[in-house]
């Protein structure tokens, strides 16, 4: 199983712009859909986003449809998650995690391995 590493978090101002990195370890994603989720304050952790490696597919949960963007690099075997037009209630942790099934599937539970996740507070 690929463990993953989530980087890029911080504080942004309403309005603003962030790239969050999940970077694999001790294999490649070659084969795997990469995901990230957010978990805010007494939350579940939710589906935000979705690509398949292979094929470059992504999905989106709607909230995210047009701000936000997934994206691979192969040659740095990172995912990446650049989110535009941040809104105050994008403030989570965001967590990446990684699955050999195409499927997308939304539920955190379906996981078994999560990074540590990158804190994103969206505060002026």
């Known amino acids: 199983q690929v463990q993953v590493v989530e980087s890029g978090g911080g504080l942004v101002q309403p309005g603003g712009s962030l790239r969050l990195s999940c970077v694999a370890s001790g294999r490649a994603f070659a084969g795997y859909s990469v995901v990230w989720f957010r978990q805010a304050a007494g939350k579940e952790r939710d589906f935000v986003a979705h690509i398949n490696w292979d094929s470059g597919r992504t999905y989106y949960v709607d909230s995210a449809k047009g701000r936000f963007v997934i994206s691979r690099d192969s040659a740095n075997n990172t995912v990446y998650l650049q989110m535009n037009s941040l809104k105050p209630d994008d403030t989570a942790v965001y967590y990446c995690?990684?699955?050999?099934?195409?499927?997308?599937?939304?539920?955190?539970?379906?996981?078994?391995?999560w990074g540590q996740g990158t804190q994103v507070p969206v505060s002026s």
């Open positions: 995690t990684a699955s050999a099934s195409n499927i997308v599937m939304r539920a955190g539970g379906a996981y078994n391995d």
